[in-house]
Antibody, heavy 122, light 104 residues
Framework: EVQLLESGGGLVQPGGSLRLSCAASGFTFSSYAMSWVRQAPGKGLEWVSAISGSGGSTYYADSVKGRFTISRDNSKNTLYLQMNSLRAEDTAVYYC???????????????WGQGTMVTVSS | IQLTQSPSSLSASVGDRVTITCRASQGISSYLAWYQQKPGKAPKLLIYAASTLQSGVPSRFSGSGSGTDFTLTISSLQPEDFATYYCQQLTAVTFGGGTKVEIK
């Protein structure tokens, strides 16, 4: 079964850091671009970042550029999101998502994790 | 590229035909997807490439359009279809604001 499982969310103070992980199973992880998408409480979906299958290409939303870093370890089938200089407006459920087709960086997302909640508050 | 969904919410009855519109601020060819999200759950892919039904999605869902104007149609609304629907453009990955489909 194709599955994504996020972890690492929690409560952090403004200016703090957090690293999210997303463990993948059931597919050839290294063949697919992966993304992080977030959803603030009661709000819509916001794409955050994407990374190619090899990890050689990365993309960020303007709202997180310079503060967040996406990475992956294909030997561990795991995606990461390092979040620094966190702000209250980063409070959201963070989902990892798999691209529909292999080797397509910007694609529809056919598999999503269950989400992990990040709360930035003092 | 901005995506504008309309309406932002609608009320409908079981069996109704429902149409949701997504307009892009500039042409995106057919690089558009539609998702369904229920409360507390992750989004589910319904349609990609504007009109291709994702595997396992009921045929009452359909998508159409290209360029700047797109529609998602539910031909006969079922109880399990009450949810929020989002469009997504794939040239730079942004989402529309969502359309909440509620029970009349």
């Amino acid at each position: 079964e194709v599955q994504l499982l996020e972890s690492g969310g929690g409560l952090v103070q403004p200016g703090g850091s957090l690293r999210l992980s997303c463990a993948a199973s059931g597919f050839t992880f290294s063949s697919y671009a992966m993304s992080w998408v977030r959803q603030a409480p009661g709000k819509g979906l916001e794409w955050v970042s994407a990374i190619s299958g090899s990890g050689g290409s990365t993309y960020y939303a303007d709202s997180v550029k310079g503060r967040f870093t996406i990475s992956r370890d294909n030997s561990k089938n795991t995606l990461y999101l390092q979040m620094n200089s966190l702000r209250a407006e980063d409070t959201a459920v963070y989902y990892c998502a798999k691209s529909l087709k292999p080797w397509e960086l910007l694609d529809a997302f056919d598999i999503w994790g269950q989400g992990t909640m990040v709360t930035v508050s003092s | 590229i901005q995506l504008t969904q309309s309406p932002s919410s609608l009320s409908a009855s079981v069996g109704d035909r429902v149409t949701i519109t997504c307009r892009a601020s500039q042409g995106i060819s057919s690089y558009l997807a539609w998702y369904q999200q229920k409360p507390g759950k992750a989004p589910k892919l319904l349609i990609y490439a504007a009109s291709t039904l994702q595997s396992g999605v009921p045929s009452r869902f359909s998508g159409s359009g290209s360029g700047t104007d797109f529609t998602l149609t539910i031909s006969s609304l079922q109880p399990e279809d009450f949810a929020t629907y989002y469009c997504q453009q794939l040239t730079a990955v942004t989402f529309g604001g969502g359309t909440k489909v509620e029970i009349k």
